[in-house]
């Protein structure tokens, strides 16, 4: 695929993020590599959002506090577990695909990670895809940043940017990116974290956010049996327990509340109306968790909603990334039929 000159109008939509974008924080670590902190984190707004989800009908919590530093080496740690398929099946479908990929993808491109985390996957393309920069986004801002230093080292002639931001907020990218033909990837079925709703509106946002010739490069778990997809999110020994029952410990930090990890149980269980799993965290018994003049009482057995994973098909994932603005979508999949890895472009 040749590198397409952006049209007008995407250069203007361009120029006018710019404009609006707040002062970065910019951290220049060496050569080839450069930090940008676009995401402050406000502690009110912050303990505003928690504290609304954990005072609703039905308490709930964003996936976004599981990422301090431990919750990120956590889910590393989850996607090494025999059990948790999704991190093996999507790498051996870039393996077997690899010379397909890149010719449909193209070589040469920005390569935009999403949710970058330990860079491992975006890395294992870097041959494949050969990007002329490598643009990394992850809401863990002193992760991403100690990975980057690291990745630098190993790939000293890649231009390198580092950002740390909310993907939930407004994407906004700082001029480093450049305007050069982006492939916005993003691996692991993050997406399925998103309603179907929120998932076709994000997608219209990197659509928004795109020029012709860009694409779109997603891994996505697909519809299975129920037994397969429990034991993913529930492993015998603990680690995805202990990633969920960590988020306790940051709402601790955040809103200075007395949550005691020892009064939860984590439950994972699929929901086949909505095709997705859910995890929560379960109250042993009756408890009150306080934080500074508000209080919630849970009764055992009621839970705090922390996570949803919504599994597709391919005609649902044809329909919402044409209902997103992306044309020509071509999914490569395993031949368990596991698992899919989407590309999809926006039309010249």
Known sequence: MQATKPSADAYARRALARLIQPQPTVDAIGAGLTFYQLFT???????????????????????KFFYDALGSRLFEAITDLPEYYPTRTEAAIFSLHAAEIALRVGR??????????NCEKAARLFRTLAPSRYVAIDISADFLR????????????????GIGADLCAPLVLPDAVGDGRRVWFYPGSSLGNFTPEEARAFLSRLHEGSAPGDSVLIGIDLIKDARRLEAAYDDPLGVTAAFNLNV?????????????????????????????????LEARGDVTVRWGKQARAFAAGERL?????????????????????????????????????????VGR
């Open 41 to 63: 984190e406000d502690d009110a707004a912050l303990r505003a959002e928690a504290e609304a989800g954990l005072l609703a009908p039905v308490a709930s919590v964003s996936p």
């Open 146 to 161: 100690d990975t980057l230093r690291a990745l630098a080292r190993q790939h000293p002639q890649l231009p390198m940017v």
């Open 305 to 345: 909603h922390t996570e949803n994973s919504v599994k597709y098909d391919l005609p649902g994932l044809q329909a919402m990334f044409a209902d997103a603005g992306f044309e020509d979508l071509h999914a490569w999949t395993d031949a368990g039929g596991d698992f899919a890895v989407c590309h999809a472009s």
């Open 108 to 117: 040469g491109a920005t390569l935009i990670d999403l949710g970058a985390g």
């Open 248 to 280: 306790l410990r940051n709402l601790n930090r955040l809103l200075g509340a007395n949550f005691d990890v020892r009064d939860w149980r984590h439950v994972a269980l699929y929901r086949a109306d909505a095709h997705r799993i859910e995890m929560h």
